[in-house]
C-alpha cells in the first residue's frame, strides 16, 4: 500500500504549455464568521496570483463540516465578478469545460462523489499575471456539547484517506485524469491567514475561549455581543477551534426564519428551527444491551490519543451493568475480536480478559480498514433479547465513506452505532455519517484530555432505553400543513442538544410544537410555547439553507429509491450543492486566454493515485502535515510514504493472563484511573484496595467498618474518594457510580448512613 504524495492535498495547478513544475502564489486566506444563538455564518476569501506568462488551471480541496450548506461561490479578477450558480453536477462540468476549452476562465465547485466533507473546487483559465479572489459561503448548525460549550470548528486540515482494496473509492472519484508528466503548482510561500468572528444573539455571554488558537475577545458590557480575532498568526497543522459558552445554554430556543415570498418550495415557506434539550428519567437505564466497542490501532493512534483510548476503554469496562453482554473489536489493517464466537455476558472471568487487552493494547496494527470489521460484526446475529449498540472510536479517515454508511444503514433496525471522532482532520462524513445511519450519536474531539469526557456521554446515550414512536406535532392558527424537514422523526437522547426543522406557512401563527415518543411503558412530552419562538429575517436565508442540507443528508443516509429528482430540486431551489449538483461560473465579460487546440483541460485537473498492493491511501504532507484551508504547503521533497497492509482476516486478541502486564496497575499514571481500575465487575471495591488509594493501612479502615460486609464499606470509600478527589470528572464516572450504588442495595445496607460515615473518615484525614 502507498501514500500518494503531497500534491492531492490542497492547491494545485497545472499550466497548459510548461511542464516543469511551477509555484502558485497564494497570498491570503481571510475567514469572517458570524454566530447568531446555535447557528455559525462562514465566508472565506482566498487571493490567488498567476505570475507566469501563461494561464493557469488551478483546483484545490477545501474541508468543509458534512452538515455545512455550501451555497455561494464567487471570483473577483480585474474589477469583475464571476457567480456561480447551482446547477445539475454533469450539466455543470460540461458549461465549466466548455468555457475552459474556448478561454474562458469559469468557476466550479462540487462535492467530493466519495466523502461530503470535502470540496473540489476549480479555477480555470487564471489569466497571466492576474489576482484572483475566491469567495466561499456556507452556513453551519452548532450543537452543545457535554460541558456545555457550543463547539465552532473551522475546518482547515487534511489528513490522508484510506481506501480499502476493491472499494467503489478506488476508482478515483473524478473521472479525469491527468496526462503523464503533467506540471503541479505548489504553494511554498508562507501566506497571510486570518479568521475573524463576531458572536451575536439573545444568548448572554460567558466565556470565549480556544484549545487551538490564542484568541483576543472583546464581549460588550450586555453580554450580548463579542468580537473575536487571533493574537498570532494560526498554523496550518490543525482545525481552527472556538467554544462559546452561554449564561443559559440548555434553554429552549426556536427561531422562525422568514421565507422568500418569490421564491420557490421550501425558500418560500417560513422555517422554524427548533433547539430543545429533552430530558429522559434515569431510571432509563437497561442492561439488556449487547454492547462492543471497536477500537482503532492503526499507526496514526500512536502517543497520547492511544493512551486516552486506553484509558477510555477501562472506563467504557468498568461502567457496564451486570448481565449485559459485550465484546471488544481492534482494528487497522487487519482486525481481531476479543470473543471472536462472538459477544459473551459480562462478569469477573470476561472482564479480567477485556482488562488484560486494555493494559496491552498498541496502535499497532497498521492502516485503517474499517469496512471489515464492521462487516464481521454484522455478520454474527444480535444475541436474543439484548439491544446491539456498538461504539466507534477513530482519529482516522477513510474514501469509502458511503461504503461505510450503507452498510450501516442495512442493519440499523437491529444495531445502533455510536461514534468518535478523534483529533484535527478527522472525517466528520464518516463519523457523524455511521452516527446517522446507525441512529445513534457522534462525537468529534480535538482535546486528548476530552476524549473519556465525551465517550462516556457516548455511553450514557448507549445504555438509556431507546425512546421509540416519536411523533412532531404543531399548534398553528389557522389551522395548516406543518412539515417537518427532513420528514425523519428524530432521535431523541436524554439531556442531548436535538435540533429540528419544520416548513410552516407564511400566514400562520404558530400556538406551539409538541415533541411526543414513548420510553419503555410511560409517554414522553415535550411541549414549545409561542413564547419561546423567536421571529428572524435573515438575507441569507441561513436556516432554510441549513434545513435543506439536514434533509439532503438523511436522503443520502436512507437510500431511498427515485429521490434524485427530489435532491436536485431542493439544491436548486436553495443553492446548497450536493452530490448530484454543483456550483459553476463563466466570465463572459473577460478576454478569452490564448491556448493550444491539441490541449485539452479537464485531463490537466486529475491526477493519477500511485497504488500498491490493491490500496491506496491519500496524500499525506511528511511527518508533519501542514495544510490550510483552500491551500497548502508543501515540504521541500514529496517523498512517498510507504505502509505495509495487512490482511483482513478475523482473529482473536489471544489474552494470556499470567504473562500480560498487572491488570490493576493504575493506568498511565492516572489517579482517576487508578481508582477506576480497582472496581469489580459487580460494581464493589476490596478494602485492600482502597486502602491503597487512601494511603491508609487497611486494618484501620476495617476498625472503623459500620457496614455488614467489608465490600459494602470498601465501595463507600472509594464512591466517597471519587467525590473527593474527582468531583470534576463527575461525568465520566457516573455510571461506574451507579453500578456501585446498586452493588450498596443488594447488599441491603444503609447507603446514605455508608456513604457520610466514608465522606467523614476521609475528611477526617489530609
Known amino acids: 500500500m502507498t501514500m500518494s504524495p503531497l500534491y492531492g492535498w490542497g492547491l494545485w495547478g497545472t499550466c497548459l504549455q510548461e511542464i516543469e513544475q511551477k509555484e502558485v502564489d497564494l497570498v491570503s486566506v481571510k475567514t469572517h464568521v458570524e454566530i447568531r444563538g446555535f447557528v455559525a455564518q462562514v465566508s472565506s476569501s482566498l487571493t490567488y496570483l498567476n505570475n507566469y506568462k501563461d494561464p493557469l488551471q488551478v483546483r484545490y ?20 465578478t464571476i457567480t456561480a450558480h447551482c446547477m445539475e453536477k454533469k450539466a455543470a ?13 469559469a468557476v466550479l465547485a462540487r462535492e467530493d462523489s466519495n466523502s461530503s466533507d470535502v470540496l473540489n473546487l476549480l479555477l480555470g483559465n487564471l489569466p497571466p499575471g492576474t489576482q484572483a479572489e475566491l469567495k466561499l459561503s456556507l452556513v453551519m448548525e452548532l450543537k452543545v456539547q457535554t460541558d456545555g460549550g457550543v463547539s465552532f470548528v473551522l475546518p482547515t486540515f487534511l489528513k490522508p484517506r484510506y481506501s480499502p482494496a476493491n472499494s467503489p473509492a478506488n476508482s478515483f472519484h473524478d473521472t479525469e485524469e491527468i496526462a503523464k508528466g503533467q506540471n503541479i503548482m505548489f504553494v511554498r510561500k508562507q501566506y497571510a491567514y486570518e479568521v475573524k468572528a463576531r458572536v451575536v444573539g439573545a444568548h448572554r455571554i460567558a466565556q470565549i475561549t480556544s484549545h487551538s488558537e490564542l484568541l483576543s475577545v472583546d464581549i460588550s458590557e450586555d453580554a450580548l455581543s463579542a468580537e473575536v480575532s487571533q493574537c498570532r498568526s494560526s498554523n496550518y497543522d490543525r482545525d481552527w477551534t472556538m467554544l462559546i459558552y452561554y449564561a443559559d445554554p440548555y434553554k429552549t430556543h426556536v427561531l422562525r426564519e422568514t421565507g422568500d415570498r418569490s421564491g420557490v418550495g421550501l425558500m418560500k415557506d417560513d422555517l422554524l428551527m427548533v433547539n430543545l434539550f429533552p430530558e429522559v428519567p434515569a431510571s432509563s437505564f437497561s442492561n439488556k444491551n449487547e454492547v462492543i466497542f471497536v477500537v482503532d490501532r492503526s499507526g496514526s493512534m500512536q502517543g497520547e490519543t492511544m493512551q486516552s483510548a486506553r484509558a477510555t476503554l477501562l472506563l467504557f469496562l468498568k461502567s ?12 487497522g489493517s487487519s482486525f481481531s475480536f476479543l470473543f471472536p464466537s462472538g459477544s459473551e455476558m459480562y462478569n469477573e472471568e470476561t472482564l479480567a480478559k477485556a482488562s488484560a487487552l486494555q493494559q496491552n493494547m498498541q496502535a499497532d496494527m497498521g492502516g485503517t480498514e474499517i469496512f ?14 439484548y439491544a446491539r449498540q456498538i461504539l466507534l472510536i477513530s482519529d482516522g479517515s477513510v474514501w469509502n465513506v458511503d461504503q461505510m454508511t450503507e452498510l450501516v444503514s442495512r442493519h440499523a433496525h437491529e444495531s445502533r452505532v455510536f461514534a468518535v471522532g478523534i483529533g484535527h482532520g478527522a472525517s466528520t462524513s464518516l463519523i457523524r455519517g455511521v452516527a446517522r445511519a446507525g441512529k445513534g450519536r457522534s462525537e468529534m474531539v480535538f482535546q486528548q484530555d476530552k476524549i473519556q469526557h465525551k465517550v462516556m456521554g457516548l455511553v450514557t446515550s448507549m445504555l438509556q432505553d431507546s425512546v421509540h414512536n416519536v411523533r412532531v406535532s404543531c399548534e398553528v392558527e389557522p389551522t395548516s400543513r406543518v412539515r417537518l424537514v427532513p420528514k425523519v422523526p428524530p432521535i431523541i437522547f436524554g439531556g442531548q442538544h436535538l435540533i429540528l426543522y419544520a416548513r410552516i406557512p407564511a400566514d400562520t401563527v404558530v400556538k406551539s410544537v409538541n415533541i411526543q415518543g414513548s420510553l419503555s411503558s410511560k409517554d414522553l412530552n415535550f411541549v414549545v410555547k409561542d413564547s419561546d419562538i423567536k421571529v428572524v429575517h435573515d438575507e441569507e436565508m441561513s436556516l432554510h439553507r441549513l434545513a435543506a442540507r439536514a434533509q439532503i443528508n438523511q436522503w443520502q443516509v436512507d437510500q431511498e429509491e427515485d429521490i434524485s429528482d427530489d435532491m436536485i430540486s431542493l439544491s436548486l431551489a436553495t443553492g446548497v450543492i450536493s452530490r448530484l449538483t454543483a456550483l459553476v461560473g463563466v466570465d463572459h465579460e473577460g478576454n478569452a486566454v490564448a491556448r493550444e487546440e491539441k490541449q485539452d483541460c479537464m485531463p490537466h485537473m486529475m491526477m493519477k493515485s500511485r497504488r500498491c498492493g490493491g490500496a491506496r491511501l491519500r496524500p499525506m504532507f511528511g511527518s508533519q502535515p501542514k ?20 490482511s483482513s482476516k478475523v482473529s482473536s486478541d489471544s489474552v494470556q493472563l499470567e504473562e500480560s502486564s498487572d491488570s490493576d496497575e493504575p493506568a498511565d499514571g492516572d489517579p482517576l484511573m487508578a481508582i ?13 484496595d482502597v486502602a491503597e488509594l487512601c494511603g491508609v493501612a487497611c486494618a484501620v479502615l476495617g476498625e472503623r467498618n459500620p457496614a455488614k460486609t467489608e465490600a459494602a464499606w470498601a465501595t463507600a470509600l472509594a464512591l466517597a474518594l471519587l467525590e473527593k478527589r474527582h468531583a470534576e470528572a463527575r461525568d465520566q464516572w457516573s455510571l461506574l457510580a451507579t ?6 442495595s443488594g447488599c441491603q445496607e444503609d447507603a446514605q448512613a455508608l456513604a457520610e460515615a466514608a465522606r467523614a473518615l476521609l475528611e477526617a484525614r489530609p
Do not use: M
Not at 471489515?372 to 444475541?383: N, V
Open 320 to 331: 457496564l451493568p451486570v448481565g449485559c453482554f459485550f465484546n471488544i473489536v481492534s482494528f
Open 61 to 80: 480541496k477545501v474541508p468543509v463540516d458534512e452538515g455545512a450548506a455550501v451555497y455561494k461561490f464567487e471570483a473577483h479578477l480585474d474589477g469583475r
Open 739 to 744: 453500578k456501585a450504588r446498586a452493588f450498596l
Open 676 to 688: 477506576v481500575s480497582k472496581q469489580r465487575f459487580d460494581g464493589s471495591w476490596l478494602l485492600e
Open 93 to 105: 462540468e460540461k458549461v465549466y469545460k466548455d468555457a475552459v476549452k474556448a478561454g474562458q476562465t
Open 627 to 646: 495544510s490550510a484551508l483552500f491551500g497548502c504547503s508543501q515540504p521541500e521533497s514529496a517523498q512517498a510514504y510507504q505502509a505495509c497492509r495487512g
Open 372 to 385: 471489515q470489521p464492521f462487516k464481521a460484526i454484522y455478520s454474527q446475529p444480535p444475541k436474543a433479547g
